[in-house]
């Protein structure tokens, strides 16, 4: 089975700092990517799909980039409301999550 | 706009069994794959079914092979997910979650519900 694993665990940043979270897979998976944001107490939302492509309503300062095993989210500038725990998920045959980066203000 | 209601969660021993529904509207139902995914408290995320838009296919998790069964009564807009042989480690936050492709199943989730606690416990 392909393992879907995330970095960092957590982080601590500041508003406006450039904000990166980085999600390998165990095998390739081209561009089958999502990520998803869940804030505290709410039900996950749909960030990124595609690896790069991003969802409707999305603030632009999300972005996500990569393909085969590495991929990246990247929050261009940091806010207060971006605080939650952010997951990837492989997209192709059996969907698998990432552990999770929680992502929290400095 | 699209909504999913979960129905159906709550304590139950080990070994008995519980069936989830999952009611939907705002979007042609019968045209979209539909998944369950749960969250462990103070866990991460895990993929446990997925039944197609006609309810013919249907794929599970190892974790719930065997156990659980997923289906759809498209006439209803409603999917279902009959759970037996209930485990301490199902205890979990039940969501389901609509498939983003139509008719193709893309495998990735653009709604969800607002999820169905379960809790497995003697």
């Known amino acids: 089975d392909i393992q879907m694993t995330q970095s960092p665990s957590s982080l601590s940043a500041s508003v406006g700092d450039r904000v990166t979270i980085t999600c390998r897979a165990s095998?390739?998976?081209?561009?089958?990517l999502a990520w998803y944001q869940q804030k505290p107490g709410k039900v996950p939302n749909l960030l990124i799909y595609g690896a790069s492509t991003l969802q409707s309503g999305v603030p632009s300062r999300f972005s996500g980039s990569g393909s085969g095993t590495d991929f990246t989210l990247t929050i261009s500038s940091l806010q207060p409301e971006d605080v939650a725990t952010y997951y990837c998920?492989?997209?192709?045959?059996?969907?698998?999550f990432g552990g999770g980066t929680k992502v929290e203000i400095k | 706009q699209v909504q999913l209601v979960e129905s159906g969660g709550g304590v139950v021993q080990p070994g008995r069994s519980l069936r989830l529904s999952c009611a939907a509207s705002g979007f042609t139902f019968g045209s979209y794959a539909v998944h369950w995914v749960r969250q462990a408290p103070g866990k991460g995320l895990e993929w446990v079914a997925v039944?197609?838009?006609?309810?013919?296919?249907?794929y599970y998790a190892d974790s719930v092979k065997g156990r659980f069964t997923v289906s759809r009564d498209n006439s209803k807009n409603t999917l279902f997910l009959e759970m037996n042989s209930l485990r301490a480690e199902d205890t979990a936050v039940y969501y389901c979650?609509?498939?983003?492709?139509?008719?193709?199943?893309?495998?990735?989730?653009?709604?969800w519900g607002q999820g169905t606690l379960v809790t497995v416990s003697s």
């Open positions: 095998q390739g998976i081209r561009n089958h």
């Open positions: 998920q492989r997209s192709n045959s059996v969907p698998t």
């Open positions: 979650a609509k498939d983003f492709g139509t008719i193709v199943v893309l495998m990735f989730f653009d709604y």
């Open positions: 039944v197609s838009h006609d309810g013919k296919n249907k």
